[in-house]
């Protein structure tokens, strides 16, 4: 029965953490990408003129990206950004929203849009480097942040001020995807403990914009495992409540990740039921979330479709 329910727990877990970050993180590189095209223009007209047409095109490219309802069509779009976005990082090595921007973007891709294993881990490996990159371009103390201990990982976390959150974000996004992919890799698992620390510590800086997306992070974290081997879902299931209430119910991954986090490990059939036919009644459209509502509304068919067998 123990190993039973071992593998169900594995496949229940097969979506941790790709849903929710593909809001943030398409609008983040699309509007570094676009700098792209500023910048080429630039050379060929007025500046003020360019600057306004490449703002512009960046919000009104990020807009259709977000709103678009075929995550199949974003699925074929996004590696001609990867590459747009790996030949400005060669130019610019040291720029961290470059950076972040670059880490976010093949950390959602290596993990929502990625089926092949190996291909994900290679993705997400690339993520992770990224990642710690923008960190440390931020913060130079932050530089080689993994291969510290815990503590000192921790004093360095807790002394990032808010200027350098956006990288802090980054990093963790990239650090939680690759943990995601590397999930039969126990040096991977033991990073865990580092990234809860770097979301918490995003929470005390007090930045709005990514407070409902930390805390649904961190209630996946305090999820993954029962309580006997040290998880603490009922403060997971706290967490995913506060990312409930910061995004108004609009954001449908958040009830996605809380009934395949919190009620499949409780094995809370009643609440994971009702979470997900919450996402199915729900309107998927709305402005900025339907590309991540409709992954997450792709997620709740199929994770009401393995209830019986699950519980």
Do not use: W
Request: proline share 3%; with cysteine.
């Amino acid at each position: 029965m123990a190993n039973r329910r071992v593998l169900k727990r594995k496949s229940a877990e097969s979506g941790t953490f790709e849903v929710r970050a593909v809001f943030r993180v398409v609008l983040r590189s699309v509007r570094v990408a676009a700098l792209a095209v500023g910048i080429a223009a630039a050379l060929a007209g007025c500046e003020t003129v360019v600057n306004s047409a490449t703002s512009g095109l960046a919000q009104n490219l990020s807009t259709a990206i977000l709103d678009q309802e075929d995550p199949e069509l974003v699925r074929e779009g996004v590696p001609t950004l990867l590459l747009l976005l790996d030949s400005m990082v060669v130019s610019s090595p040291d720029d961290s929203d470059l950076l972040g921007a670059a880490a976010e973007l093949y950390a959602v891709y290596g993990v929502a849009f990625v089926s092949d294993r190996q291909r994900a881990k290679t993705l997400t490996a690339r993520a992770r480097e990224l990642g710690e990159r923008a960190l440390c371009a931020e913060d130079r103390a932050a530089c080689a942040l993994d291969q510290r201990s815990f503590d000192e990982y921790e004093r360095i976390i807790l002394d990032l001020r808010p200027g350098a959150a956006d990288a802090l974000y980054s990093y963790s996004i990239a650090s939680l995807a690759y943990i995601r992919t590397h999930g039969d890799d126990m040096i991977a698992l033991a990073d865990l403990p580092k990234v809860e620390a770097a979301l918490k510590h995003l929470l005390e800086l007090g930045v709005d914009d990514t407070a409902g997306q930390v805390n649904m992070y961190l209630g996946i974290l305090n999820s993954l495992r029962p309580p006997a081997l040290g998880g603490q879902p009922e403060l997971g299931r706290r967490y995913f409540e506060t990312a409930m209430g910061l995004t108004g119910g609009k954001d449908l991954s958040v009830k996605v990740e809380y009934a395949r986090g919190y009620a499949r490990l409780v094995y809370d059939r009643e609440l994971h039921d009702r979470l997900l036919n919450d996402v199915l009644a729900s309107e998927v459209q709305q402005p900025g979330l339907t590309l991540a509502n409709s992954l997450a509304r792709q997620q709740a068919l199929e994770l009401l479709a393995s209830a019986d067998d699950y519980f």
